[in-house]
Nanobody, 124 residues
C-alpha cells in the first residue's frame, strides 16, 4: 500500500523556521519525484517545491525561493522541506506528493499519490 506521511508542522512566529518531513512507503522511492504543495483556506493549492530523488535536483516556487530548501534521504525514503524566514502568508496545510517518472513539476494534477497534510501556522 502506497503511503506518504507528512510531519513537522506547527505554530511558529514570523521569521522562524520549521522542517517538514515526508515519509514514503509502498513504492520504489527513487522512481518518483516528490513535491510539496500547500493550500490555505479559501485559496487554490500552490506548488512549493519538487525534488528528484534520483539526483537531488529541485525546483521552487518564486514565493519561497531563497527561504525553503528541499532535500531527500533515500536511505529513509524521506524528503524534507526546511522552511526558514517564515511569513504569515506561508500559513497553510502542506502536502507532499509523489510523481512517477521523476520529472520536476509543480502542477499538482500531474501527481500520482498524496499525503494527508500537516498544518503550518505562522503568527505575526
Amino acid at each position: 500500500e502506497v503511503e506518504l506521511v507528512e510531519s513537522g508542522g506547527g505554530l511558529v512566529q514570523t521569521g522562524g523556521s520549521l522542517r517538514l518531513s515526508c515519509a514514503a512507503s509502498g513504492f520504489t522511492f527513487d522512481d518518483y519525484a516528490i513535491g510539496w504543495f500547500r493550500q490555505a483556506p479559501g485559496k487554490e493549492r500552490e506548488g512549493v517545491s519538487c525534488i528528484s530523488t534520483t539526483d537531488g535536483s529541485a525546483i521552487y516556487a518564486d514565493s519561497v525561493k531563497g527561504r525553503f530548501t528541499v532535500t531527500n534521504d533515500n536511505t529513509r525514503n524521506t524528503v524534507y522541506l526546511q522552511m526558514n524566514s517564515l511569513k504569515p502568508e506561508d500559513s497553510a496545510v502542506y502536502y507532499c506528493a509523489a510523481l512517477m517518472g521523476g520529472e520536476l513539476e509543480l502542477v499538482g494534477s500531474q501527481y500520482d499519490y498524496w499525503g494527508q497534510g500537516t498544518q503550518v501556522i505562522v503568527s505575526s
